[in-house]
């Protein structure tokens, strides 16, 4: 019996296979992600969170570059979660690229216009 399990086991993993292995979410799923529920659901939460960390990571780039900070103080989260769907919907052709990408580009195109991070 020991065997079974371990062969169904080994077999079930086998067959598991990431979309992509070279990001952890694609455009395509962090854009449905982040057009269902946004206000209540643990979806919304992860937009959210995933949207302040790429924010997050933009802001620590441009200190180390000692440029100044991109995201004005009053901006929400949601407010920068809404550019971001924003760009995802009016650019489907790209959504089957890393999200982290695609946020990257959003936010640093509204919010960083000055930056040499695109550079």
Same mark, same amino acid.
């Given at each position: 019996?020991?065997? &079974? ?29 982040? #057009?269902?529920?946004?206000? #209540?659901s643990f979806s919304g939460g ?9 924010a997050d990571n933009i802001e620590?780039?441009?200190?180390? +570059?000692?440029?100044?900070?991109? &995201? +004005? ?9 809404d550019v971001v769907v924003k ?7 790209? +959504? ?10 959003? &936010? ?6 000055? #930056?040499?991070?695109? +550079?």
């Amino acid at each position: 019996m020991k065997n &079974i399990v371990i062969v169904a086991a080994l077999a079930l993993g086998a067959s598991v296979k990431p979309a992509h292995s070279d990001y952890f979410q694609g455009g395509n799923n962090v854009y449905k992600l982040c #057009t269902t529920g946004l206000e #209540t659901s643990f979806s919304g939460g992860f937009c959210l969170g995933f949207v302040m960390g790429v924010a997050d990571n933009i802001e620590t780039m441009v200190s180390l +570059r000692d440029e100044p900070q991109c &995201i +004005r103080s009053n901006v929400s989260a949601r407010q920068v979660a809404d550019v971001v769907v924003k760009y995802l919907k009016d650019h489907p052709e790209k +959504r089957d690229r890393p999200a982290a990408d695609l946020a990257f580009l959003a &936010i640093t195109e509204a919010f960083c216009p000055a #930056t040499t991070l695109l +550079r």
